[in-house]
T-cell receptor
C-alpha cells in the first residue's frame, strides 16, 4: 500500500528555536497533504492543508506565521514550527490522500516534538 | 462547522466480550473512515464507508454507516487483547478532503 514518511520521528529543542518537520509520500504523488496535531490522550486536530504550488490553508486558530508550511514538490511538504514554546510540544502527523487508489488518506508515523 | 461526536470515551472489557463505539456527525457526510491507534503509534486506516446504510466486515469487526450518512458504528465481536487501542472515526465532507476526527474511544481488554 501507499506509504507516507515523516522526519524526524522525534525532536527535542529549546524554547525559541525553530523546528522543521518533513512529510513525504514515497510511492505516490500528493498535490494535497494535511497536517494534524495530537495532544496526549486527545484526538487529531487539523492544523492546515498543504497545497503543492500554492499557499497553505490554515484552520481557525492556527497561526500561519508560527506554523510555516511549504509544499515544495508533489511528494514533499514541510511544517516549520517557528520560535517554538513548550505549549507547542505535541505529536504532529501528516497525511496524504491517494487520489489514484481508493481516495483514502495515508498517515505518516508522526513526529513527537518536545520544547524545553 | 462540522463536528463528529464519538462515544464512549473509554471502554474496559473482559477478553471475549463484545465492544461497540458510535460516531455522530452534525452534518451529512460523504464518507466516514475508521482508524485504530495503538499507544505510542500513529493512526492506522481500517476502513472507509461511502454508501448510505453500508455495512462492511473485517473478521471480527463490523462497520456500519447510517441511512442518513450522519452516524456510524464499529462493533468488535469477542474482543482479544490485541484489540487494545484507541479507535477514531473521521468524517469526510468529500473524497480527498481533510477529515474531522471524533475524540476516539480507548479500548482496554483484560485477559
Amino acid at each position: 500500500g501507499a506509504v507516507v514518511s515523516q522526519h524526524p520521528s522525534w525532536v527535542i529543542c529549546k524554547s525559541g528555536t525553530s523546528v522543521k518537520i518533513e512529510c513525504r509520500s514515497l510511492d505516490f504523488q500528493a498535490t494535497t497533504m494535511f497536517w494534524y496535531r495530537q495532544f496526549p490522550k486527545q484526538s487529531l486536530m487539523l492544523m492546515a492543508t498543504s497545497n503543492e504550488g500554492s499557499k497553505a490553508t490554515y484552520e481557525q486558530g492556527v497561526e500561519k506565521d508560527k506554523f510555516l508550511i511549504n509544499h515544495a514538490s508533489l511528494t514533499l511538504s514541510t511544517l516549520t514550527v517557528t520560535s517554538a514554546h513548550p505549549e507547542d510540544s505535541s505529536f504532529y502527523i501528516c497525511s496524504a490522500p491517494d487520489w489514484g487508489n481508493q481516495e483514502t488518506q495515508y498517515f505518516g508515523p508522526g513526529t513527537r516534538l518536545l520544547v524545553l | 462547522g462540522q463536528q463528529v461526536m464519538q462515544i464512549p470515551q473509554y471502554q474496559h472489557v473482559q477478553e471475549g466480550e463484545d465492544f461497540t463505539t458510535y460516531c455522530n456527525s452534525s452534518t451529512t457526510l460523504s464518507n466516514i473512515q475508521w482508524y485504530k491507534q495503538r499507544p505510542g503509534g500513529h493512526p492506522v486506516f481500517l476502513i472507509q464507508l461511502v454508501k448510505s446504510g453500508e455495512v462492511k466486515k473485517q473478521k471480527r469487526l463490523t462497520f456500519q454507516f447510517g441511512e442518513a450518512k450522519k452516524n456510524s458504528s464499529l462493533h468488535i465481536t469477542a474482543t482479544q487483547t490485541t484489540d487494545v487501542g484507541t479507535y477514531f472515526c473521521a468524517g469526510g465532507v468529500d473524497s480527498g478532503y481533510a477529515l474531522n476526527f471524533g475524540k476516539g474511544t480507548s479500548l482496554l481488554v483484560t485477559p
